[in-house]
């Protein structure tokens, strides 16, 4: 769940245009930094996700393979 969390914070900071129009006004038209702290928080969110979904069926199928993972 909390891969989802920061996956929906990463994405709604990406495609919210009020959010990034406040954040262009602070920086002054940088927006390198603002960008790459967003696709950070999609790419752990994303690996935050896929990881506790390889956990959750290594349980169920009692896979010792998937929960090394």
Do not use: P
Request: charged share 10%; aromatic share 10%; net charge negative.
């Amino acid at each position: 769940l909390a891969g989802i969390a920061v996956l929906a914070i990463g994405l709604w900071l990406r495609f919210d245009s009020q959010t990034k129009s406040i954040f262009e006004q602070e920086t002054n038209n940088n927006n390198s930094s603002f960008y790459t702290g967003v696709y950070i928080l999609i790419g752990a969110g994303t690996l935050m996700m896929l990881v506790g979904f390889l956990g959750c069926c290594g349980a169920v199928q009692e896979s010792q393979c998937m929960l090394g993972l």
